[in-house]
């Protein structure tokens, strides 16, 4: 995601705790009620853009496209491996945007909650650091639970529900929201450094992981997406209207049926993980030919 940058209303100090410039930036200071807040970062957390994609859609959904606050990238990117933008407005007018974590305010009409809602690119530096400062500012407008969204390529067939991982700063969370947990070992992102910070910064967190098919991995999928927003709907007990997103997922399944219907090789894969009930919890999964995903990813491109 990215943003322009202003200077006016921000907040910078000098932070001798954190040791860098402070990249706090607040336009404006929310008053919310009992906010809990959604977080969602593009990178390697997002597979198929379903834990941003459905952060967008609680946007979409609110009507509400400006930040109260945003992180400055400057002591957290590599901008030779994500470059700023260039963009031109009708006047001629050049300007840059840059990769900025953004912080939404959203007021709830039927529930006596308040919603917080966090988009970004997953950084290059400082995690830790950068981890505080969202934390910060989600203390700082008196956030009381966290849910962060996430997703990842997993053995799984497109044929099934979407299964839906859940890791928490407290276990009890993991029962009291009826998810299905993970025993995962192994290397994280931020959405993992995220949920660190919050059990130190004392804030409940729980994260919501879609597994996603191996096969699927280069196209954006909206069931994924629409499994984490019925999800998070439940825990955060609000009501979204999903029915345009329930269109879209039916529209995306029926076009994988059909590119694999156009293929044997597909076919005997999608019918193996189908007939494999080896394990309870999706295993991340990354043993599929490139040449699969080409043709499934050509025959998708091609419906367009």
């Keep these: 995601m990215t943003t322009p940058l202003s200077s006016s209303g921000c907040d910078t100090r000098r932070s001798g705790t954190l040791g860098v410039v402070d990249a706090i930036h607040r336009f404006s200071r929310p008053v919310l009620r009992r906010p809990r807040a959604i977080v969602a ?10 834990a941003s994609g459905a952060a967008e859609f609680v946007l979409g959904q609110a009507g509400v496209t400006e930040p109260y606050a945003v992180i400055d990238p400057e002591e957290f990117f590599d901008f030779q491996v994500r470059r700023p933008i260039v963009n031109i407005d009708d006047g001629g007018t050049r300007s840059l945007t840059w990769p900025t974590t953004r912080f939404f305010a959203v007021e709830t009409a039927a529930d006596e909650r308040d919603v917080v809602v966090v ?14 400062l969202v934390t910060r500012v989600l203390m700082d407008t008196d956030v009381e639970e966290v849910v962060l969204l996430g997703a ?4 799984v067939p497109h044929t099934r529900p979407v299964p ?6 407290d276990p009890s969370l993991i029962i009291r929201y009826n998810l299905l947990g993970s025993r995962y070992e192994g290397p994280t992102g931020i959405i ?11 804030m409940p967190a729980v994260s ?31 009501d979204l209207d999903v029915a345009p997103l329930r269109r879209l997922a039916a529209e995306f399944e029926t076009r994988v049926d059909d590119a694999v219907a156009e293929s044997d090789d ?22 599929v030919t490139e040449e699969l995903v080409a043709e499934i990813e050509t025959f998708l491109r091609d419906q367009d």
């Design 152 to 155: 990842f390529i997993g053995q």
């Design 164 to 169: 839906v991982i859940g890791v928490a700063t």
């Design 41 to 50: 970062f593009e990178g390697w957390n997002d597979a198929c853009e379903a």
């Design 266 to 287: 597909l076919a005997e894969l999608v019918h193996e993980l189908e007939d494999d009930e080896a394990t309870d919890t999706p295993e991340v999964h990354l043993g």
């Design 192 to 202: 993992g450094v995220l949920q660190e910070a919050c059990r130190e910064g004392g």
């Design 119 to 132: 988009l970004g690119e997953e950084p290059s530096f400082r995690w830790k650091t950068f981890a505080r």
């Design 208 to 238: 919501l992981w879609a597994a996603t098919p191996h096969y699927l991995a280069a196209n954006a999928n909206p069931k994924a997406m629409l499994a984490l927003l019925d999800r998070l709907g439940d825990i955060l007990a609000v």
